[in-house]
Nanobody, 125 residues
Framework: QLQLVESGGAMVQPGGSLRLSCVAS????????IGWFRQAPGKDREAVSF????????DYADAVMGRFTISRDNAKNTVYLEMNSLRPEDTAIYYC??????????????????WGQGTQVTVSS
């Protein structure tokens, strides 16, 4: 069974940057598509980005397009989310999740089999 652990969350000022990591254990990460989701206080969890098994396909939510970059290093069993130009509305708990195949689309939570515990990102002055 795949286990996922996120790290890298912190408090930063608006305009700052962070890099989140999602480290997998228990199985090879290269079998899985990986998505990043986030949940802000009082809001539903929303999809942020995804990356295919080999890294050749990626997509982003409109809210983060051009500011966030997803990447992966399968040799290190790690997926990254580079976040730049952070805004207060990016404040949330960020989760990574693993899927094998999409039936409907990468933004659907039900597509993902395994989830990490989350890492807190706070953007505030």
């Amino acid at each position: 069974q795949l286990q996922l652990v996120e790290s890298g969350g912190a408090m930063v000022q608006p305009g700052g940057s962070l890099r989140l990591s999602c480290v997998a254990s228990g199985s090879g990460l290269d079998y899985y598509v990986i998505g990043w989701f986030r949940q802000a206080p009082g809001k539903d969890r929303e999809a942020v980005s995804f990356i295919s098994e080999s890294g050749d396909r990626r997509d982003y939510a409109d809210a983060v397009m051009g500011r966030f970059t997803i990447s992966r290093d399968n040799a290190k069993n790690t997926v990254y989310l580079e976040m730049n130009s952070l805004r207060p509305e990016d404040t949330a708990i960020y989760y990574c999740a693993a899927a094998i195949v999409f039936r409907t689309g990468w933004t659907e939570e039900s597509e993902y089999l395994y989830w990490g515990q989350g890492t807190q990102v706070t953007v505030s002055s």
